[in-house]
């Protein structure tokens, strides 16, 4: 028994070693690609809320404007929730007994607020201010993707600091017109680099600040 | 950590009402609201995170979803995400500052000068800034109690409705109110209303700091010649912003036609004054009452004061001379004549009857009922009068106080007040004009008003201090346009035509008249003086103001026996020794702080400390000084014993070292050389290397380009933009013992030198903030960027990249960097969840770990250049305000653009006076400095 | 010298004979009181600093000392010093090899692995002196989500790279450099899963001449990677302070008199240990006196250099006529510091001069005590550059004070217990002298004496 | 033994005796041959008739690759990706690109040493038909072998192994694979 190790030994040797590197190459990979999945950054995950409120009810069906519920999406950093008072405007007449719109109805009596869940949610550190984005021309899609297509609101972007660096780098890509942000259906144009130059100038985009820490970072 | 002294608190909070409540008065607000789940999942999250690596992401588990609350009915001006400003006032003393105050969804957050108002010129004091932490101070009292009972306001109105029988039935006698300095016309009105319906009835007021005489203001920026005797009118005062702002107005070397005043100082104990002082006498209190009186008599002894009293002489009309409160009356009845021809106001004693006499009755037996609006006689009465003691001889005692504190625990009812920024009320600034203080946010602890707790009283049918108030104005403009005028008044901040200068408010008549004291020689004499940051202990339970350094100590939480080097040297005693401190009979324990320009042999108290029911954060610091004062001796006075006892006390200074070491830090020169040749100021210190002399080329800032001026010449120490900055930008309180470790957290500190001899010294400030620095030394060695330059060459520091290696701060020349060494966000000051309505939701709050610094208010540059662009234009000059310079009284801090040659600061920077800080370092600052200029009387040599 | 020179290895061995005394320290001589004493007291105080790291952990650096002005404290001297005894390993390996010394022979494996050991305790301290050690990893770059990268202009991210590095290259130079060892020791172990251990570790070692030949071609290229190497780790170390603007820091001398430093400690550390180890395991035929003197001579000498490096700063400050240089001079000399100061002049330039003398370099006692004194001196003369510098720089109104902690205090006592642990294990598991290259020397020698 | 023949194991008292066999046995026109020592033999693998290793050559590529792959990195995030304004200092401030450029240098010339070696060695080889030979243990304490392969053409069993007999061999032991 002078051999230590069968015949076999020296294939399982190399096998382990290459399977190891393998093996750490591939779990870099996945966590790399997790980390940036639908998963992890919950896009496309409709959320369930308390009451099923359909963007593309209200706003492809019926047409309503963003700004009529997120009134202050031009004058203030926060886009604004509508206030209970906001939904029974209407629903005090429509549907005033559907059993889902009851917590609505509740809310308004007992005075006690709605509770929706966050869709597109930053982290606490992170400074975002509608009002400049939508006053220097970045449609609402933009970022929120079709609503109006959407029978429950889910994220459909990451909303990683990668991906906002994308735009606050190159604005060109995304700016429109400033009437043209409200607009769901808006089609980019074939000629939107040029046009996104000439947008940067007619609609003063400071975009030399536009990657500074500071621009959302405090 | 300490959580022991919060549980109730905690509870509370966590009661489903609470947090219902919460909701609904803050909805955006909620969701941020932090919650035992969230607290684990940090913990969670630090130990998963060694598993993560790799990932741009925090937390082990996905990002947990949170909940948006919208309001069920929208306010109507409100826009959610922007924040409202509403004017009102807050009082020091009785009188009146106006303020503006800051809301996000109904939270107050920050309170700033009102820019119309007389004695605050949009200018705030370190008291404006604070309260805002004593509206939402945790400690303070919730509930009615009787007893230890709690009850409710309705038990207590029926025991009200039960005397109010009596009181109709006797006249009112033996009913007696006991208030602080009343300068509200409602208030007064009131009392007057209460006193007419039962005429046995008194009414006593008790100020602890109150002066012993009628109080003068003058007009400052027409004095060429102003000379102090123990008064220190730059520092905390009904004046104090319109007094720094008119001295500041004669000390600004940058404008063409520079009229510089001159101030001689003479005082016992260094003040923010005698700081600024071009001359400063340091002189015990007898040998500065001598000074005053040998000014007075006109007889030239000593020979300083002979030169004084030249130069008052020469400018007569124009001179002001200023006396102590602890000067005798001759001495102000001197004083008051003098400056007759600059007088802008004045209060005199009214018909108030004194706390000296309620003591008298107590004692004689003839009060049944007392009742105790604020105020807190049990701690700051003199000790002689022993009124904790007589107080349990009074059958009904009520007590409405904002605390449950010395004197609550002694009455069988408690109130709890409603806080200035809770109820509608009205008070008058030192020069008679009115404002109508309007509430900013329902009583969080449902208090009530004084106004609530007279109507009361008086059996009116208004109840509501809202009804009170604008019922009292009403009767004052019974012509029909009221609604325009209470609107304006509500929205000015200012009752329009209120200013009187000759209108005579109601003072505090002194307890007692001191005895005329003939020097006792050799022996050391002791000195009273209000503490300069909690005054008189009304403020012990504010961190804030606890952990703000004081002048020239740069002590913390705590108050010292301060003496002159001369005086330790020659009894052997250093800094923190305790010793036994004997006045008279009595005796209290005191640490000693040695301190340089302090007069020899004399020893100054600061009152306010040693408190027992402040609350968590003021209670048991310091020693008491009132166990030593007296009703005789309200000042102090010679014959102190001063017996070692070999303990020792550690006491928590911010600045350990004082002198400059030969270092141009601070440029000083004087207005003579200065006129001779501007270049005097370049030639005290190293110039910055040209930018040749540099490896790199100088990077270009086209566009926008931030930087700062400080104006030594201004600055005269108050400390209001440390603090100011610490409400702007959340900066946590971290105790006692992490600033003993030398970890404070103020952004913007005060320096302070002394310069020349320890006995005569000259004494500088200096407030240090970011310098922002072009080739800043921190940002090089940061491994992972988290402080780079912004476009605009903003010194950017960015928490949520920050790993913590606090290399930036060992390379920053000017140690402005501020590190969080432990969860300081957590700690016992910090984590009542009620303070976290407190904080300014545009800036992150910072969690363990991070490094932090001056961002020269980036939220605010932020929020400025989004309404410009929004509206497409560009910035104004002075548009962007930064917390510090916002709140600066003299106005020595000015921020702006140095890219337009414009612009205010551009200006500053262009004058001969500027000079980098450490500028042989060539870090290019963006904050640089005026050099200070004294004006010295050419005919009197140093001091 | 006319006193005769003692041999590398004492006369009277042969292949067989070196083999045996070597592998038997390991396969046969068993397990020791003193041994187990040893590592049960290395291992209490291992747990001990993992005990103060958990509740550093737990709490924040503010349970240390740190504060501002001092934001570096223990944990970055502790740093410096470590990785400056892990200094003398690849010195001995690769640059005595390069200049042909045959006594590094006898004692490089050691000091190799004492090098690997000092590294690891080093290279810990960085990480739990973060303010968030939780999120180390930013300072390497990998794709992140972020869009950022380590900021290359910081010497910080330099040392993560100069320290892997140089962990990585010393523990593969130790390694392959073990390989004929674990060959022998497989071979000669006596029960068969000791003998599948090595053998495994061995990777089927035959020592054919064209393994030999490709192995020694290796050997000396990486002794050739790993000189310039170690002189760099410990020159970007040096960097750290003076790439600083600190005075005290920012000096130009640092990198030469940091490495000289570097070298100093480790030999020092060397001898601390070697002392000992050769009596305990009777090994002082392989580890002669000449060894202790070489050892003493190179500590003389860094030592020298590491006292002109002093006096070198001493005359620039004056020289300079920097104010706030000077100042820091005479703070550190007089200042409330000042025992730190002498106590490391005593240390690190009064005492090495006793090396001059033979008596000192060939009694293994004195040279022990002077050793450790070096030690001590050295970790001092850390404390000094990082403490006394911070805590008055420029602004005397932001000057303050620094006094370590208890949890400083032992987290610095812990690392001796995790640098023994694993001293104490190497020695029971792996041949502590290189056997096949003492081989090769006993036979050098052998035919020398013919 | 009649597993198929690996080879014939020569054992051999001293360098000296293996060194002198093996250049005999070159000469005598066998190629597939290995010796085996404790310790590197002065000559012994030019005797047996081994080429220059190319390990340097690896070297030299692996520490050319660190180099560009470190500078091209500094290069590429700091300039192109994410221009950041540090203290004034300009975008590349190739000094201070230095030092990690040379570490990562290093790091990867030392790494394709040691794999390099490794890899042209053929380790690891846990299993090889002269570890058959029970006495070869030998060969890593304080015997040298030399080992005559069967799949030489100069080789037949009887010759082949009286041959090595004559160079003074200790034993001759056959090999089974």
Known sequence: ?218 | ?943 | ?450 | MNAPLYGLLAEFETPEKLLAAAQQAHALGYRKMDAYSPFPVEGLTEAIGFEKTRVPLVVLLGGITGGVTAYGMQYYSAVRDYPLNVGGRPLHSWPAFVPITFELTVLFAALAAVFGMLLMNGLPKLYHPVFNVPEFKLASQSRFFLCLKSSDEQFRLAETRQFLETLGALAVREVGR
């Open chain 3, 1 to 450: 010298m006319n006193t005769p020179e003692h041999p590398v290895v004492a006369p009277g061995y042969d292949s067989e004979s070196v083999t045996k005394k070597i592998a038997d320290v390991v396969l046969i001589r068993p397990v020791t009181r003193g041994w187990l004493a040893g590592l049960a007291v290395a291992f209490a105080l291992l747990m001990m600093m993992n005990f103060a790291i958990g509740w550093l952990l737990m709490r924040g650096v503010g349970v240390w000392g740190v504060n501002i002005p001092v934001a570096w404290g223990f944990a970055i001297v502790n740093f410096v010093w470590w990785i400056g005894i892990g200094h003398a390993g690849t010195f001995i390996s690769a640059i005595l090899l390069l200049l042909h010394q045959d006594w590094r022979t006898s004692i490089n494996r050691f000091a190799e692995a004492m090098t690997l050991f000092a590294v690891a305790c080093a290279g810990m301290f960085p990480l739990l002196h973060l303010g968030r050690p939780w999120v180390f990893y930013w300072l390497l770059p990998y794709p992140d989500t972020m869009g950022l990268w380590p900021q290359w202009r910081s010497p910080l991210v330099w040392d993560v790279f100069a320290v892997s590095t140089y962990l990585i290259v010393s523990l593969t130079f130790w390694y392959i450099g073990l390989l004929p060892d674990l060959a022998a020791m497989r071979d000669r172990a006596l029960r068969k899963p000791v003998q599948l251990i090595y053998g495994i570790m061995a990777l089927g070692w035959r020592g054919s001449a064209r393994h030999w030949k490709r192995f020694e071609m290796a050997y000396l290229l990486m002794a050739g990677l790993a000189t310039p190497l170690v002189l760099s780790v410990h020159s970007v170390v040096s960097l750290d302070f003076a790439v600083a603007i600190v005075p005290g820091w920012h000096s130009t001398i640092f990198p030469p008199y940091f490495v000289a430093g570097a070298i100093f400690s480790g030999f020092a550390m060397v001898l601390t240990l070697v002392i000992p180890v050769r009596k305990a395991y009777g090994l002082q035929d392989f580890i002669t006196l000449r060894h202790l003197e070489n050892c003493a001579k190179i500590m003389l000498a860094t030592g020298l250099m590491v006292a002109h490096g002093y006096i070198t700063e001493l005359f620039m400050s004056w020289y300079s006529d920097d104010q706030f240089d000077i100042y820091m001079t005479l703070n550190r000399m007089f200042g409330p510091y000042w025992p730190a100061w002498w106590l490391l002049m005593f240390c690190n330039i009064l005492v090495p001069q006793t090396l001059w003398f033979q008596k000192v370099r060939t009694s293994p006692l004195i040279l022990f005590v002077v050793a450790l004194l070096v030690n001590v001196g050295m970790w001092t003369e850390r404390y000094v550059i990082v403490v006394t510098s911070l805590h008055r720089d420029y602004m005397p109104s932001a000057w303050g004070m620094f006094h370590g902690t208890r949890w400083d205090w032992m987290t610095l006592i812990g690392s001796f217990g995790l640098f023994l642990s694993l001293l104490f294990l190497f020695l029971r598991l792996l041949p502590a002298i290189s056997i096949s290259e003492m081989r090769k020397l006993v036979r050098e020698k052998a035919e020398a004496n013919k």
């Open chain 1, 1 to 218: 028994m002078a051999q230590l190790f069968q015949r076999r030994a020296n294939g399982i040797a190399n096998a382990v070693i290459i399977g190891g590197v393998l093996l750490f190459a591939g779990l870099c990979g996945d966590i790399f690609t997790f980390g940036r999945s639908d998963y992890w950054t919950r896009v496309d995950e409709p959320q369930a809320q308390t009451v099923p409120f359909s963007h593309q009810h209200h706003v492809a069906g019926l047409g309503i404007d963003c700004r009529y519920c997120h009134t202050s999406v031009e004058k203030s950093a926060f886009a604004g929730m509508p206030p209970t008072e906001t939904c029974m405007t209407c629903h005090s007449q429509v549907w005033k007994d559907a059993p889902v719109l009851q917590p609505v109805r509740d809310s308004l009596q007992n005075g006690t607020p709605l509770r929706w869940t966050r869709v597109h949610d930053l982290p606490d550190y992170v400074y975002f201010n509608h009002s400049i984005h939508v006053n220097k021309g970045i449609g609402c899609a933009s970022c929120h993707g079709r609503v109006d297509q959407m029978p429950l609101t889910e994220k459909v972007q990451p909303l990683y600091m990668r991906w906002c660096l994308d735009c606050h780098r190159a604005p060109e890509h995304h700016l429109r017109p400033t009437s043209e942000v409200f607009n769901m259906g808006y089609e980019t144009p074939t000629n939107q680099i040029a046009l996104g130059h000439a947008l940067i100038n007619q609609q003063h985009v400071a975009v030399e600040g536009l990657s500074d820490c500071y621009t959302c970072h405090r």
């Open chain 2, 1 to 943: 950590m300490n959580q022991q002294p919060w549980r109730s608190l905690d509870e509370f909070a966590d009661t489903p009402e609470f947090r219902e409540w919460l909701h609904r008065e803050f909805p955006p607000f909620a969701s941020e609201w932090p919650n035992d789940v969230n607290r684990r999942h940090f913990l969670k999250l630090m130990g998963a995170s060694f598993a993560l690596a790799g990932l741009g992401l925090s937390g082990c588990t996905r990002q947990p979803l949170e909940k948006i609350v919208p309001y069920v009915k929208q306010p109507e001006e409100l826009v959610p995400g922007n924040a409202l400003y509403f004017a009102t006032a807050l009082t020091l003393g009785g009188y009146a500052r106006g303020v503006l105050v800051e809301s996000h969804e109904g939270r107050p957050t920050k309170i700033e000068g009102n820019p119309e108002h007389p004695a605050s010129l949009g200018a705030s004091d370190v008291f404006m800034q604070a309260e805002i932490l004593n509206l939402y101070d945790p400690d303070r009292s919730k509930s009615v109690l009787h007893g230890n009972e709690v009850t409710t306001w309705d038990d207590l109105l029926a025991v009200v409705a039960a005397e109010r029988a009596k009181w109709t039935a006797n006249a009112g006698t033996g009913l007696r109110l006991l208030t602080g300095y009343v300068t509200s016309p409602t208030l007064l009105d009131q009392i007057a209303a209460l006193l007419k319906q039962f005429p046995a009835a008194t009414w006593h007021a008790h100020e602890p700091l109150a002066p012993l005489h009628a109080t003068t203001f003058y007009d400052l920026a027409k004095a060429d010649v102003i000379v102090s005797i123990g008064n220190d009118f730059l520092g905390p005062g009904p004046a104090q912003l319109k007094y720094t702002r008119d001295f500041a107005s004669r000390r600004r070397a940058t404008n063409e036609a520079a009229n510089f005043n001159r101030l001689y100082v003479a005082e016992s104990t260094p003040t923010n004054t005698g700081a600024r002082a071009d001359h400063r006498f340091a002189l015990a209190p007898q040998a500065l009452r001598d000074f005053g009186l040998a000014i007075a008599k006109g007889n030239a002894h000593p020979k300083s004061s002979a030169t004084v009293l030249d130069d008052l002489r020469k400018h007569a009309g124009k001179s002001l001379i200023l006396v102590g409160d602890s000067l005798p009356d001759e001495l102000h009845q001197f004083a008051r004549a003098w400056n007759q021809p600059l007088q802008i106001a004045q209060t005199t004693v009214s018909n108030v009857k004194s706390f000296a006499e309620l003591i008298r009755d107590i004692e004689g037996g003839k009060v049944e009922t007392l009742i105790i609006l604020d105020g807190n006689p049990a701690y700051d009465a003199p000790t002689d009068f022993e009124f904790a003691k007589k107080l349990a001889g009074v059958p009904l005692r009520i007590r409405l106080g904002l605390h449950e504190d010395e004197t609550s625990a002694l009455c069988q009812w408690h109130i709890p007040a409603a806080h200035p920024l809770e109820t509608w009320s009205d008070a008058r600034a030192f020069d008679g004009t009115a404002t109508i203080m309007q509430p900013l946010i329902e009583p969080l602890y449902d208090g009530k008003s004084v106004h609530e707790l007279l109507a009361a009283l008086t059996g009116n049918v208004l109840t509501s201090g809202y009804e009170i108030v604008r019922r009292f104005w009403q009767v004052q403009h019974p012509d029909d346009d009221f609604e325009k005028f209470w609107r304006r008044s509500l929205h000015d901040g200012v009752v329009a035509e209120t200013a009187n200068p000759f209108q005579v408010l109601p003072a505090v008549s002194p307890n007692a008249k001191p005895e005329v004291e003939k020097p006792a020689n050799g022996a050391v004499e002791l000195l009273f003086l209000a503490d300069p940051h909690i005054q008189d202990g009304r403020f012990a339970n504010n961190a804030w103001l606890q952990e703000l350094p004081k002048p020239f100590t740069k002590l913390t939480w705590d108050n010292a026996a301060l003496i002159s080097p001369a005086t330790a040297r020659r009894l052997n005693l250093a800094n923190e020794d305790v010793v036994e401190l004997k006045f008279r009979g009595r005796s209290v324990r005191a640490p000693i702080w040695i301190l340089p320009g302090q007069a020899d042999d004399c020893v100054t108290v600061h009152l306010g400390y040693g408190r027992t029911k402040a609350g968590n954060v003021g209670n048991n610091l310091g020693f008491n000084a009132y166990a030593l004062r007296t009703a005789a001796a309200p000042w102090g006075g010679s014959g102190l014993e001063i017996v070692k006892t070999g303990e020792h006390h550690p006491l928590a200074t911010t600045q350990q070292h004082q002198s400059m070491e030969g270092r141009d830090l601070i440029r000083v020169s004087t207005l003579a050389e200065f006129a001779k040749s501007p270049e005097v100021i370049a030639h005290l210190g190293e110039a910055p290397p040209t930018a040749s002399e540099s490896l790199y080329p100088t990077v270009k800032y086209s566009g926008h380009a931030w930087g700062m001026a400080i104006d030594l010449g201004a600055c005269v120490g108050c400390n209001v933009c440390s603090i100011a900055c610490q409400a702007e930008n959340n900066i946590p309180v971290v105790g006692k013992e992490e600033v003993a470790r030398g970890r404070e957290m103020h952004w913007i500190r005060v320096d302070n030198y002394f310069h020349g001899s320890p006995e005569t010294p000259r004494i500088h400030f200096q407030p240090v903030p970011c310098m922002h620095c072009e080739n800043a030394p921190c940002e090089l060695v940061c491994p992972v960027a988290a402080t780079v330059h912004s476009s605009e060459g903003l010194n950017q520091m960015i928490y949520n990249r920050c790993v913590g290696t606090r290399y930036c701060s060992n390379n920053c020349p000017y140690k402005v960097r501020r590190f969080n060494f432990l969860e300081y966000d957590r700690n016992k000051f910090e984590n009542a969840p009620v303070l976290k309505l407190l904080r300014n939701p545009d800036v992150t709050v910072r969690t363990r770990g991070v490094m932090e610094k001056c961002t020269y208010c980036v939220q605010r540059i932020n929020r400025t250049r989004i309404d410009a662009e929004n509206q497409n234009r560009s910035i104004r000059d002075g548009e962007i305000v930064p917390a510090c310079a916002q709140a600066c009284p003299g106005q020595a801090i000015v921020f702006g653009d140095i890219n337009d040659p414009q612009s205010r600061v551009s200006r500053l920077k262009a004058s001969p006076l500027n000079y980098d800080l450490l500028a042989e370092l060539n870090t290019r600052p963006r904050t640089t400095y005026l050099a200070k200029l004294q004006n010295p009387n050419p005919e009197l040599k140093e001091p």
